[in-house]
């Protein structure tokens, strides 16, 4: 009989625990892993965000699209400037040397492409968004 109640004790317990876990992750622990400790994951308002593993953002804005090229992440991000035309939406491009850690935003696409042609990354490459369950 005590086998039995240490036994329900203890499947009480875990439910306990599972339902709570379940109740206060508010966030998803899923992560895009990059070269050189880079990573791209969900802030507390569940936009991917470029950051350094060792803490910090790398880029403020949220991550729209990129792609990797040996250790060069690039991509887009959405543009806090207006824009000039209510059907445009505009964009910045951004580069990221993840051996020397030098990052680039802010860039128009003709300076994007010459970054990237610097480092000995294609230019205009395919850009996909950032693939994180929720």
Do not use: H
């Amino acid at each position: 009989m005590g086998r039995r109640r240490s036994l329900a004790v203890g499947l009480v317990l875990f439910a306990v625990a599972a339902i709570a876990s379940c109740a206060t992750s508010g966030r998803s622990n899923f992560v895009v892993v990059l070269p050189n400790g880079y990573l791209i994951e969900r802030n507390k308002a569940a936009d991917p965000m470029l950051i350094k593993r060792s803490g910090g953002k790398v880029i403020p804005e949220p991550v729209a699209a990129y792609t990797v090229y040996r250790d060069v992440v690039t991509g887009i991000v959405k543009s806090s400037r207006p824009a000039s035309t209510p059907a445009e939406s505009p964009q910045d491009y951004f580069v990221l040397d993840t051996r020397s850690g030098q990052v680039n935003t802010g860039l128009a696409e003709a300076a994007w492409n010459g970054r990237l042609k610097e480092l000995g990354a294609p230019a205009s490459p395919r850009l996909s968004p950032p693939v994180l369950p929720e």
